[in-house]
């Protein structure tokens, strides 16, 4: 029996092979982007971490980490502005995380998919786009202003906590969401209650993404330097953070402070200062990074 392909058969061939040449193609061509993009990435940030290293490894010494803030080049340190921006992270992660997970337990396990539930998980995530600079600005007119908190510690805290609080929340809503509702139905077949469900069942399969939000939230308010700046300014502080309640600079506004002066010396020390910097934020990762894996483990086992 002989077969006849008709014209209309060929070219849809002919144009399925060109379109599998074009699949192809598009396939390489993001590939090849994606590795340009992570290549031009890679080199520009050790670009900068060599030309940091190379302008302050001289200044790294202990009179960096013990000295207060001076004129003398040669006797300036950061002690103030290190201890001010460990208190203030640290006050900060400890009042965002437990309030940004309870936040996020309760939309996703109690507040139902309702109108109100949908408003506020969208005002979440719209908050986290809001410039850092106004979290400064409504902590400074309301707590230190109207409650009379002044310029203090746990002013610049919980203006950090509440920039970090949308993305702690956002975060836990959807690792509560990843939670099989098998292991919920399962709680209630033996006869377990709400809260002891969010509290047995719930809670522990997303501390550990709770945990890496933490990471992400740790290392922008370390960095943060525009509410903080707006809340404490640009003050010349020579003596240790004894409370909550004393005035306070952190480790941005002192690099900062040296970078905006014309000598070369202090250009060195501000180099110096960021790689204290790196290294506090980089322990602190490491060790939200351990924990997050510790209880990891916990739960698989």
């Known amino acids: 029996m002989s077969m006849s392909i008709s014209k209309e058969e ?16 598009s396939e390489y061509g993001l590939q090849f982007y994606v590795l340009i993009s992570i290549c031009i990435g890679v080199m520009v940030l050790t670009v900068l971490l ?18 207060y803030a001076s004129s003398n080049v040669n006797e300036a340190g950061m002690r103030a502005a290190i201890l001010g921006s460990l208190y203030t992270v640290v006050f900060a992660i ?33 908050l986290a786009g809001i ?38 929340t956002v975060t836990t809503i959807e690792s509560a969401r990843m939670v099989p509702a098998t292991h919920r139905l399962a709680a209630y077949a033996l006869g377990a209650r709400k809260y002891q469900v969010v509290f047995k069942v719930v809670l522990p399969q997303i501390i550990p993404t709770a945990l890496t939000s933490s990471i992400l939230a740790l290392s922008r308010a370390m960095g943060e330097a525009a509410p903080i700046l707006v809340i404490s300014g640009l003050i010349f ?32 020390l501000s180099a110096a200062g960021i790689i204290v910097l790196l290294i506090i934020l980089l ?3 490491v060790l939200a990074i351990y924990l997050r894996n510790r209880l990891q483990r916990r739960i698989v086992e």
């Open 131 to 168: 410039p850092s600079v106004i979290f400064g600005l409504v902590a400074l007119s309301f707590l230190s202003y109207n409650l009379g908190l002044g310029r203090s510690i746990i002013v610049g805290s919980i203006a950090l906590a509440f920039l970090v609080l949308p993305l702690i």
């Open 94 to 126: 400890a009042i965002a995380l437990p309030l940004g997970i309870a936040t996020g337990l309760y939309l996703n396990e109690y507040g139902g998919n309702n109108i109100v539930t949908r408003l506020i998980y969208s005002t979440l995530t719209n």
């Open 237 to 268: 502080v020579r003596r240790d953070p004894l409370s909550l309640f004393d005035e306070f600079t952190v480790m941005p506004l002192q690099i900062y402070n040296w970078v905006s002066r014309p000598q070369q010396a202090f250009i060195e």
């Open 283 to 285: 322990t602190l990762n």
């Open 50 to 67: 060599v030309n940091i290293t190379l302008n302050g490894i001289d200044r790294l010494n202990a009179n960096l980490f013990f000295n």
């Open 10 to 25: 060929v070219i849809g061939v002919e144009k399925s092979k060109i379109k599998g040449k074009g699949v192809v193609i």
